[in-house]
């Protein structure tokens, strides 16, 4: 899948997104893992102020931290960088 239609699904749906994908998401979208205690995974972008603080919560992301990346996305315009498969 490329970038734009899984931003689409994680637009459309933030309630029902595995962790794990959550994680891949942002790695394709130039994040990178930082570091986190038990739940929490902390991750990062350069130039990019905001940090992304997930949590796992039984195999599932927290929908507001969906939205959180969702709206980083929106805000620094990533759809527009080059397109890398999940």
Known sequence: MDK?????EIKKNPKNLRFDKLCRIAEM????FKGG???HRIYVRER?????????????AKPYQVRQLIKVIMKYNLLKEGNKNV
């Open 4 to 8: 734009k239609k899984i931003f689409d």
């Open 37 to 39: 205690k038990s739940s």
């Open 48 to 60: 990019i102020q905001e940090m992304l603080n997930f949590q796992n919560v039984g195999g599932k």
């Open 29 to 32: 979208f130039g994040f990178y």
